[in-house]
């Protein structure tokens, strides 16, 4: 099972998955893609970090998504990755040829993977159109990231104001 939970900068997107994955009655890996290289992203990340389980095992993933994702998942286990958009960020100072080798890689290894996947992403999609081209690069390529996440995940789930609006809900 993939969920993708999209949602604005403090829609409360992390606290709908984190929740989804502790009702899922599994073994919680956590997928971090943030790195903390100012005092403001210090501060977020342990934010993240005193509001989730002491339990749950924390993974910090690079650019290479898709290998920490086989290494991490298993039948009967929970992965949550947060956040989809801080990876890309990571992935668009790499270069476009890397970024497209990474993005493709995790594409194509995500409908393979055994338990149950939570992807958490920033929205960006639905603001203005950035005057910076890395800024207009950046929405460009999670939005096409979030289409194609769309067409592989069971589940979509778009975060307004901590309340979840299910765009697409896996058939039971």
């Not at 342990?46 to 924390?58: D, L, Y």
């Not at 910090?60 to 998942?73: I, M, P, Q, S, V």
Request: include cysteine; aromatic fraction near 4%; proline fraction near 3%.
């Amino acid at each position: 099972m993939r969920e993708l939970i999209l949602g604005g900068v403090r829609s409360g997107k992390s606290r709908i998955a984190e929740r989804h994955a502790l009702e899922s009655g599994l073994a919680v890996t956590y997928v971090a893609t943030a790195e903390a290289l100012d005092e403001e992203m210090e501060k977020r990340i342990e934010h993240h970090r005193m509001n989730r389980p002491s339990v749950w095992r924390v993974v910090e993933a690079g650019c290479d998504l898709a290998k920490t994702l086989r290494e991490e998942a298993g039948e009967g286990r929970c992965l949550l990755v947060d956040c989809l958009t801080l990876w890309l960020t990571r992935l668009l100072m790499k270069g476009e040829e890397e970024m497209h080798s990474e993005i493709m890689n995790f594409l194509e290894t995500l409908p393979l993977l055994p338990g149950k996947i939570i992807l958490v992403s920033n929205e960006t999609g639905m603001g203005v159109v950035p005057l910076g081209e890395i800024t207009r690069r950046f929405c460009d390529e999670s939005g096409r990231l979030h289409q194609r996440l769309g067409e592989i995940c069971d589940s979509v789930i778009l975060t307004v104001a901590g309340l979840p609006l299910w765009i697409k809900k896996e058939k039971t």
